[in-house]
Each structure stands twice: as structure tokens, then as C-alpha cells.
């Protein structure tokens, strides 16, 4: 059996965003935990401090509300990016 181009792409990229995630998740809980990356991400407003922490993660350190807004633009971005992908590999088939 053989898979059709379309079906080889959503694997694929299916595959890719598996990775991607993976990869982001662990580099995410790497960040939070030691504290040399933790204090550089506090630095460059990675993450949150003190009274701007909405969403705590540890020692006070968390997202605050830019923080919230960038990631959620990010996932915007990715759910247009996937659905924009399904499209065009839908109209080649």
C-alpha cells in the first residue's frame, strides 16, 4: 500500500510539530528549574517576577500577562499556519 502525497505531508508534519513541542516542553521545565537559565530568563522577561506573576511556577517566578499574550499569539499563529498547510495540501490532491 502506498500513501497518497497529502496523507506522507500530514505525517510528516504531524511528525514536526510532535518534535517541536517535545523539545519546547522540555527546554520550558530545563528554564524553570536551574536557577543560572531561570534568573536569564527573568532577565529578558522570559518570565515574571514578584507581583506580576499571573500563572506561578516556582520561587515566585511565573507568567505575567505579556508573557500570556505571547504565547497565546503563538499558538494563534500555529493553528493558522496548520490550518493554512491542510488547505493548499488539500487542494493539490
Known amino acids: 500500500m502506498t500513501q497518497s502525497a497529502a496523507e506522507n505531508e500530514d505525517d510528516l508534519l504531524t511528525l514536526m510539530f510532535m518534535l517541536c ?5 522540555g527546554m520550558f521545565s530545563f528554564g524553570v528549574l536551574f536557577s543560572p537559565v531561570r ?8 518570565l515574571a517576577e ?3 506573576v ?3 511556577f516556582i ?4 507568567f505575567g500577562w505579556p508573557q500570556i499574550v505571547v504565547a497565546a499569539g503563538l499558538i494563534v499563529a500555529l493553528v493558522a499556519t496548520v490550518v493554512g498547510l491542510r488547505r493548499r495540501a488539500r487542494e493539490r490532491v
Request: aromatic share 8%; hydrophobic share 40%; net charge negative.
Open 54 to 56: 499571573v500563572i506561578p
Open 21 to 25: 513541542g517535545g523539545m519546547a516542553t
Open 50 to 52: 514578584g507581583t506580576e
Open 59 to 62: 520561587d515566585g517566578i511565573g
Open 39 to 46: 534568573d536569564w530568563m527573568v532577565q529578558y522577561h522570559l
